[in-house]
């Protein structure tokens, strides 16, 4: 996890947020819209590519937790950084299901296949996406976007 915020010499610290939902659909929803707004705080309006970027990956792995990480009584933690230095936003998802991991790697997906895009999609948007446990329960997702969005889209 980052602990700090790396900002210009000249600009005001741009301090992390890190907030908790309740884990459901409506949750997810409040988590992707708390991300757009501190995209323009932090100068990204909500229509630039970094902030839609960033809006997608966070409803993914809130959505994700949702869906794969809830337990009874658990809510879901969303942690957002600026690292101006690394020109990178990095996004951190927390739940409390220490048992489902995601895979290492985004699954294949067929074109008729309901589900199994979502990794897919954060695995082209993030320069890099993990998991790690957390202690003393659960995992923590997150994923790196770039500042300034690969021009592969």
Excluded: Q
């Excluded at 792995?61 to 957002?80: E, I, S, Y």
């Excluded at 993030?126 to 202690?135: L, T, V």
């Excluded at 995992?139 to 300034?148: D, F, H, N």
């Amino acid at each position: 996890m980052l602990t700090a915020t790396t900002t210009r010499a000249d600009e005001p610290e741009l301090p992390a947020i890190a907030e908790r939902f309740v884990s459901s659909p409506r949750g997810a929803r409040l988590a992707r819209h708390l991300a757009v707004r501190r995209m323009e705080e932090w100068g990204y309006p909500a229509a630039s590519d970094v902030s839609c970027s960033v809006a997608l990956v966070v409803g993914e792995l809130a959505a994700n937790a949702v869906r794969h990480g809830r337990v009874p009584g658990g809510d879901f933690g969303l942690r957002l950084a600026l690292d101006l230095a690394a020109g990178l936003v990095r996004i951190e998802v927390a739940d409390a299901a220490s048992a489902k991991r995601p895979p290492a790697a985004p699954p294949s997906s067929y074109p008729e296949g309901e589900s199994g895009r979502g990794l897919l999609l954060v695995d082209v948007l993030a320069a890099r996406w993990g998991s790690e446990p957390r202690r003393p329960v659960g995992k923590t997702v997150w994923a790196e976007v770039p500042l300034e969005v690969p021009t592969r889209l």
